[in-house]
């Protein structure tokens, strides 16, 4: 447990500056990142701490973080995802069809997401379940236009003296892919 807490801190350093600022006058960090063993279903900050999981994969992500976080058969879904990538591809190879999976499972998230640039977004709230968390966010890097989304993220509690008290299991996300895609085109990128 002592192992847990002290990981925990350091993990709350590396992320508080932006996940603190969304509950000001709540939390501390230490609360932040204990598993609420109150009831079966996580706490809000429980469900913040995963939100800002996913803000961290997309905005600073490494391998190390992903290999902590996420499940080896994670699932990635965003129909939006795979219509921006046909509009305007972001990635390379071949888009997968409507309705499949962005990524199937880790492996694939760490190659795709890896050498992505950085997508920096704010989390503008944050709905804790038993096994799943709904956030709605913002992202804010990319271009002038705010690109506004909504995601499901499963998530499965992580065996005890894991570096986080949850891990996700399945991702669930739509966004506003016509404001990215303005913004790809003001920017010549489209
Ligand atoms: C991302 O990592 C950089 C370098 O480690 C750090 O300066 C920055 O604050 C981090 N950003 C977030 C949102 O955690
Ligand atoms: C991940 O999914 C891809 C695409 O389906 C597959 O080729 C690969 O073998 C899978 N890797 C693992 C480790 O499951």
Redesign the pocket.
């Known amino acids: 447990m002592l192992a847990f807490q002290q990981v925990s801190v350091l993990f709350a350093l ?2 508080h ?2 996940a603190i600022p969304l509950i000001a006058n709540r939390d501390t960090v230490q609360d932040l990142f204990s598993r609420d063993d109150s009831s079966s279903c996580m706490s809000n900050n429980n469900a913040l701490q995963i939100g800002g999981l996913w ?2 994969l997309i ?2 992500y490494t391998q190390d973080l992903a290999d902590a976080v996420l499940l080896p058969g994670f699932t990635d879904y965003s129909d939006s995802a795979l219509s921006l990538n046909s509009a305007c591809p972001q990635t390379t190879g071949p888009t997968p069809a409507l309705m499949s999976a962005v990524f199937e499972n880790r492996t694939q998230f760490e190659a795709g997401q890896g050498p992505q640039p950085s997508i ?1 977004s704010t989390i503008s709230q944050v709905w804790n379940g038993c096994t799943s968390v709904t956030m709605r966010y913002q992202m804010t890097n990319l271009g002038t236009r705010p690109v506004v989304g909504l995601i499901v993220m499963d998530v499965v509690e992580a065996p005890a003296g894991s570096s986080h008290p949850y891990q996700l299991a399945g991702m669930f996300s739509e966004f506003d892919v016509g404001s990215w895609i303005s913004n790809l085109k003001d920017a010549g990128q489209c």
Do not use: D, L, M
Request: proline share 0%; aromatic share 12%; glycine share 12%.
């Open positions: 590396a992320v500056t932006f803000v961290e905005g600073n920096q």
